[in-house]
């Protein structure tokens, strides 16, 4: 009736994963759909990645997607077991704010995160969160969750990680979205922290990092980085201004998979070079 002719094949392909919508007419079809069956103006083109190659491809599952940025037998697998294989599964992150703390003798003293999530089917209601440490010194002290409600917080030692089990509160219709916010103060270290990564392993629609510094422990220099997975070189090294609120942040839109960092440097004078930093993973969610 709209004069819009998809075929089932690519209707089945679009369910599948197999391929997206990408041409114009393509797009407007997404469009009309989301009016058919009434879901609110860009929920389903929000779905979409960037531009695929050319060719039948298949996405990997929610193992897989973790095992492309996070590699073997990584901090994240070891702390989650079993739970590994169905890592958040049900939800995908649409927007994620990080606001890492550094303290007065230049370590880390706290990390505080709002994720966006959408359900990807009916009957999501809870989504697990990893933050690794780099400092055996540098431990959760105090959590607070202000959009969600904490049911479980592991810190494993031998890790130096802390899971985060945080559930809605209720359960979510496919599509809908939901907010999660929690803080997390960390005991004070000897050594200075130098970095942040977020590990995420599917696109966000928009990824803001900030990193708050104490007058008593401004950096001389500040840059950004994107690594393609754990443990692969920096690329994309830019640096990034202090604003006159003692603070650097880098905004990315339609975040693409992989480990986006901040690092900074301090003077002679200041905190001392080198040391050790956190990592969220986010999918988290990341």
């Not at 407007?28 to 103006?41: G, H, K, M």
């Not at 505080?112 to 359900?119: C, G, P, Q």
Request: charged share 25%.
């Amino acid at each position: 009736m709209r004069g819009i002719t998809i075929s089932q094949a690519t209707l089945s392909s679009w369910q599948r994963g197999r391929s997206q919508p990408e041409r114009a007419r393509s797009l407007q079809a997404v469009d009309v759909l989301e009016e058919i069956l009434e879901l609110p103006a860009g929920s389903l083109r929000s779905l979409l990645g960037p531009r695929r190659p050319r060719g039948r491809t298949t996405p990997p599952d929610a193992e897989g997607a973790a095992l492309q940025i996070l590699g073997e037998d990584s901090v994240v697998e070891k702390a989650l077991g079993a739970r590994f294989r169905h890592f958040n599964q049900e939800t995908s992150s649409l927007m994620v704010h990080d606001i890492v703390r550094v303290g007065e003798t230049g370590t880390l003293s706290g990390i505080s995160t709002t994720n966006v999530l959408r359900a990807k089917r009916a009957g999501a209601d809870r989504a697990i969160f990893v933050l690794s440490f780099d400092d055996e010194a540098a431990e959760p002290v105090d959590i607070k969750v202000t959009c969600g409600r904490l049911a479980e917080a592991t810190y494993l030692k031998g890790l130096k990680s802390l899971v985060l089990e945080i559930h809605f509160g209720r359960e979510l219709a496919k599509l809908d979205t939901t907010v999660v916010s929690y803080a997390v103060e960390v005991s004070p270290s000897e050594t200075p922290a130098t970095h942040y990564e977020r590990w995420s392993r599917t696109n966000l629609h928009e990824y803001l990092q900030q990193v708050f510094f104490h007058p008593g422990a401004l950096p001389a220099d500040c840059h950004r980085y994107v690594r393609d997975k754990v443990g692969a070189p920096p690329r994309g090294r830019r640096r990034i201004p202090l604003s006159e609120a003692h603070d650097v942040h880098v905004l990315t839109s339609r975040c693409k998979p992989g480990v986006h960092g901040v690092a900074w440097e301090y003077g002679t004078g200041t905190g001392g070079t080198g040391g050790p930093g956190a990592s969220g993973t986010g999918d988290r969610p990341g």
